[in-house]
T-cell receptor
Framework: AQSVTQPDIHITVSEGASLELRCNYS??????LFWYVQSPGQGLQLLLK??????LVQGIKGFEAEFKRSQSSFNLRKPSVHWSDAAEYFC???????????FGKGTMLLVSP | DSGVTQTPKHLITATGQRVTLRCSPRSGDLSVYWYQQSLDQGLQFLIQYYNGEERAKGNILERFSAQQFPDLHSELNLSSLELGDSALYFC??????????????FGPGTRLLVL
């Protein structure tokens, strides 16, 4: 069975600074990987996804993520954080042929002025 | 706004009771998914329906059941409620039968508090 670990429960970043959120997955075959964002009082919104091909994936809102098979990681990055990025971020993994996702516990991003 | 609507937004009830959560998918979407988000378990997939039929099942308790109606809206029924069922319940929808290439669009959730 697949699993996802997000080692940081919360992270504080200064506005304008760069951001990297960590995600490690466990899955025997090639995973399908996702990052979602949940703003306060909102549902989850898909930021980006990786299925195959280029290991650097571009998403919405200026986010990108890099798939590293050797490290079983799919870290989310943004070069310059805005106060509106404060939210909870979830990494998820799926298996080919199945429609279900396994989510990590999430990382809460706080943005300081 | 994702286009997925959920009612009610909040629900407070007592242990042993039964509640029904409702979800309307985006226009044209055929699949509906239910998720439970709690502090200890995180975000967990419960069940998926595609065009009225159950397609995938996750960590859904036997006390919980769901269905999707001909107009494609879905209801999640929670019975014999326990304190531990207090959580945020999300509904999501996607356009087809739910292969991973399809984006799932999430509703704002129903927050359930069991006292």
């Amino acid at each position: 069975a697949q699993s996802v670990t997000q080692p940081d429960i919360h992270i504080t970043v200064s506005e304008g600074a760069s951001l990297e959120l960590r995600c490690n997955y466990s899955y025997g075959a090639t995973p399908y990987l996702f990052w979602y964002v949940q703003s306060p009082g909102q549902g989850l919104q898909l930021l980006l996804k990786y299925f195959s091909g280029d290991t650097l994936v571009q998403g919405i809102k200026g986010f990108e993520a890099e798939f590293k098979r050797s490290q079983s990681s799919f870290n989310l990055r943004k070069p310059s954080v805005h106060w509106s990025d404060a939210a909870e971020y979830f990494c998820a993994v799926g298996a080919w042929g199945y429609s279900t996702l396994t989510f990590g516990k999430g990382t809460m991003l706080l943005v300081s002025p | 706004d994702s286009g997925v609507t959920q009612t009610p937004k909040h629900l407070i009830t007592a242990t042993g009771q039964r509640v029904t959560l409702r979800c309307s998918p985006r226009s044209g979407d055929l699949s509906v998914y239910w998720y439970q988000q709690s502090l200890d378990q995180g975000l967990q997939f419960l069940i998926q329906y595609y065009n009225g039929e159950e397609r995938a099942k996750g960590n859904i308790l036997e006390r919980f059941s769901a269905q999707q109606f001909p107009d494609l809206h879905s209801e999640l029924n929670l019975s014999s409620l326990e304190l531990g069922d207090s959580a945020l319940y999300f509904c999501a929808s996607s356009v087809g039968r739910g292969v991973l290439q399809e984006t799932q669009y999430f509703g704002p959730g129903t927050r359930l508090l069991v006292l």
